[in-house]
């Protein structure tokens, strides 16, 4: 007995309402946080959803744990106020990964209106008759939940392939697509409630909330994670920036490893812009850093240093650092159709960082001097190619 109540009786209800209400509280708070701190405009349609969700199961709450049942207008009440809120945390979710303009704010808005209309209309008829009776309320009451199945399916066409997380957002809408079917199959189909549909209603909008927390939570860790790259790459490149590498080589030597450092600069670079044009030169800087980075992937980093200047810090021992050196010289020759020079440095007890930086600029400036596209390693001594 103890154990059919918890499943789909007044406890189970009570457990469950209550479960939702917590889940719903965390992401209001963390939504509240979200909008304080960024503004953006989801974090706020997610705010308001949720606050309606909690004042929605709060009343439900009270209901229950009083056992009165709602009348036939508080739960019609209920009912908009939860198309409300699917509506703004559907418009949230959007607005996560999508500007916001005039057309989806009207669309929304519109579902929002459309949402007011169908309510007034049911409120007005009722009040009509005298004595409604229970069918003439199921008929009226139908056109709500109808028109929540409808803006079901739409989301599923029209925002889902709009968001990054399209799965999972699927996955949520199949769950309330499901909660709402058993809702309307208990309420208005079967002469009395069904043990598997009282289940459902009970504990797949749980599910269902813990869905669009994880939504939010990883859409905010991609933003976080977007925001660090950004921080630590080089724009055009994609390979680390100066103040990232200089940090490295830092903590590196602060370690005492046994990195070796290549300065690589382009050959002529200069000139390439002037006579071929920015967009030649930039064309030019994306190659050579695609190939620094290959010839650099699992053994190091690689970086811009600045202009036409790319680095790479070799960690791992094993290699020899003026082999890796001469395949970058020889990839850059032989794909981009110019030249580049390098020199190299390697860790030794007792210098700083600044002072194996400066030795690989120094051995890449021997390699200018002495006739460029060749490799020279520090104390400079020029490797034939």
């Keep these: 007995m103890y154990i059919s109540d918890l499943l789909y009786g007044s406890l189970g209800r009570i457990v469950?309402?209550?479960?939702?209400?917590v889940i719903v509280l965390m992401m209001f708070l963390v939504s509240l946080r979200l909008y304080h701190s960024r503004r953006k405009k989801a974090y706020l349609s997610f705010a308001v959803s949720l606050l309606i969700i909690m004042i929605q199961y709060f009343l439900m709450s009270v209901w229950e744990i009083s056992n009165h049942a709602m009348d036939t207008d508080s739960g019609y009440t209920a009912q908009l106020l939860q198309v409300v809120a699917?509506?703004?945390m559907n418009m949230g979710i959007y607005q996560l990964y999508n500007a916001s303009r005039r057309r989806e704010f009207v669309l929304f808005y519109f579902f929002l209106a459309?949402?007011?209309v169908i309510g007034a209309l049911r409120f007005y008829?009722?009040?009509l008759e005298a004595e409604p009776t229970l069918q003439f309320l199921h008929f009226h009451n139908m056109w709500i939940e109808i028109y929540v199945l409808f803006?079901?399916?739409?989301?599923?066409?029209?925002?889902?392939?709009?968001?990054?997380q399209h799965i999972k957002y699927q996955f949520s809408l199949t769950v309330y697509f499901l909660v709402q079917a058993a809702h309307i199959l208990n309420t208005y189909v079967m002469k009395q409630e069904l043990a598997v549909f009282s289940v459902a209603e009970n504990f797949l909008p749980i599910i269902y909330y813990i869905t669009l927390f994880m939504i939010i939570f990883e859409r905010v860790v991609e933003l976080l994670q977007a925001v660090y790259t950004s921080a630590i790459t080089d724009g055009l490149t994609g390979l680390f920036n100066r103040h990232y590498l200089i940090?490295?080589?830092?903590?590196?030597?602060?370690?005492?490893?046994n990195i070796s450092l290549i300065f690589g600069d382009i050959d002529n670079f200069k000139k390439l812009n002037d006579t071929s044009g920015h967009q030649t030169g930039d064309k030019i800087l994306k190659q050579v850093a695609r190939i620094m980075k290959e010839e650099s992937e699992e053994v190091?980093?690689?970086?811009?240093?600045?202009?036409?200047?790319?680095?790479?810090?070799?960690?791992?021992?094993?290699l020899r650092v003026e082999n890796l050196a001469e395949r970058v010289r020889k990839r850059v020759e032989e794909e981009t159709g110019i030249t580049i020079s390098l020199g190299y440095s390697k860790y030794r007890n007792g210098i700083s960082a600044e002072e194996l930086i400066k030795q690989?600029?120094?051995?890449?400036?021997?390699?200018?001097?002495?006739g460029k596209n060749k490799v020279t390693g520090f104390p400079q001594k020029s490797l034939a190619h």
Excluded: C, W
């Design 86 to 88: 699917f509506i703004l």
């Design 300 to 318: 190091g980093i690689a970086g811009r240093y600045g202009g036409e200047e790319m680095v790479i810090v070799l960690t791992d021992t094993s």
């Design 16 to 21: 469950a309402t209550f479960s939702i209400i």
């Design 151 to 164: 803006l079901t399916f739409l989301s599923f066409y029209l925002i889902a392939p709009n968001v990054g």
């Design 125 to 127: 008829f009722v009040r």
């Design 360 to 370: 690989a600029d120094q051995a890449m400036y021997h390699s200018k001097k002495t």
């Design 114 to 116: 459309s949402t007011a």
């Design 247 to 257: 940090n490295r080589i830092h903590q590196y030597v602060k370690e005492k490893k």
